[in-house]
């Protein structure tokens, strides 16, 4: 795991402790589609047009973005939120470690 990751551990202690992060299910569509449901609290946004929601995010908060195996999307936005100015982060092994791990998802 690099400096730029959180695992899911980590990820549940944060969030058991109320943690004030930014949650962002950054999945393709496919993958949402598939399985629309959220790690509790996260906002869904699409990863493709970053440019026209990052402006509208709370710079002061970390943000922890996942997608479905925690690769290629949830890098590019972290990468991308970083070069913003945020503190910025992605769930290592994204939504799939999360469920591996016994984490919980929402509808909402």
């Known amino acids: 795991m690099n400096s730029g990751q959180v ?14 992060l930014l949650l962002l299910d ?10 629309p449901k959220r790690i509790p609290g996260a906002l869904k946004l699409d990863a493709e047009v970053i440019g026209n929601w990052v ?3 709370p710079p ?6 996942y997608c ?11 990468d991308a939120l970083l070069a913003r100015g945020f503190q910025a982060r992605n769930l290592a092994g994204g939504l799939d470690a999360w469920l591996e791990a016994g984490g919980e998802l929402t509808e909402r």
């Open 55 to 57: 402006a509208m995010l």
């Open 26 to 35: 950054v999945r393709n569509a496919k993958d949402f589609a598939a399985s």
């Open 7 to 20: 695992d899911t551990k980590q990820l549940r202690t944060w969030l058991a402790e109320g943690k004030p």
């Open 68 to 78: 479905q195996h925690g690769q290629r999307l949830s890098n590019l936005v972290k």
């Open 60 to 65: 002061e908060r970390e943000v922890v973005a």
